[in-house]
């Protein structure tokens, strides 16, 4: 774990607001740097950690006697419209209106279903790509779960290309991260998306 340092982002928004040519001291400006670094260290909370953290942080798992031995069956599990806010890492602009829809086949070892979302929320409060989000979120199921059979499917607008640039206010982004199974028996899954 590593801690953002405030300081230095009230600091540099400071700078920030001088640079666009406002005065930082102004009434309405005066909290700023402060409200900003915190609202980051809020926004951004995933930064601290590492996925193996993160993984650590909510290995909350049953097992499968307890859950009914779902895996015997080869059961998949589906988190639906998670959701979340990120922001792009070249602009950092907001991406906004996503939802993320987690699937696995437990193997043995069941996950906490809030623990799911909670994944999803923390790889999200990072400088992400929405690909990103996916194979962070794979790769942290399969570290808790043991399950190599994972698929991420997210939706999501990107502020970056809706407020500025090409402007295409109606245009969502779609990604996948299919694993193990999944990678070839993915229509049970597909019928989740929406
Ligand atoms: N693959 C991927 N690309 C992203 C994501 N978020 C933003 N981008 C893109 O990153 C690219 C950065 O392109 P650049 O040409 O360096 O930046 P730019 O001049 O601001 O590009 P425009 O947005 O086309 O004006 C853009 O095409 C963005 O749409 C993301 O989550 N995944
Ligand atoms: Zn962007």
């Given at each position: ?152 499917y ?36 597909m019928?989740?998306w929406r």
């Amino acid at each position: 774990m590593k801690e953002i340092d405030t300081e230095a982002v009230a600091y540099h928004i400071r700078g920030l607001l001088e640079a666009l040519g406002d005065d930082p001291d102004r009434e309405g400006l005066k909290e700023t740097p402060q409200r900003v670094a915190r609202m980051y260290e809020e926004v951004f909370e995933g930064m601290k950690y590492t996925n193996e953290e993160i993984a650590q942080m909510f290995d909350k798992t049953f097992s499968e006697d307890e859950e009914g031995g779902a895996d015997r069956y080869g059961d998949m599990v589906v988190v639906k419209d998670i959701d979340i806010f990120s922001y792009c890492e070249h602009h950092l602009a907001l991406m906004y209106d996503m939802k993320v829809t987690v699937a696995y086949v437990p193997n043995g070892k069941v996950i906490g279903l809030s623990k799911i979302a909670r994944i999803a929320d923390m790889v999200a409060k990072r400088l992400q790509l929405q690909e990103r989000i996916g194979t962070d979120i794979a790769d942290i199921i399969t570290q808790v779960t043991g399950s190599e059979d994972v698929a991420v499917y997210i939706e999501g607008c990107h502020s970056c290309m809706t407020a500025r640039g090409i402007r295409k206010t109606n245009t969502k982004t779609y990604t996948q991260t299919l694993r193990g199974r999944f990678q070839n028996e993915s229509n049970g899954f597909m019928q989740w998306w929406r």
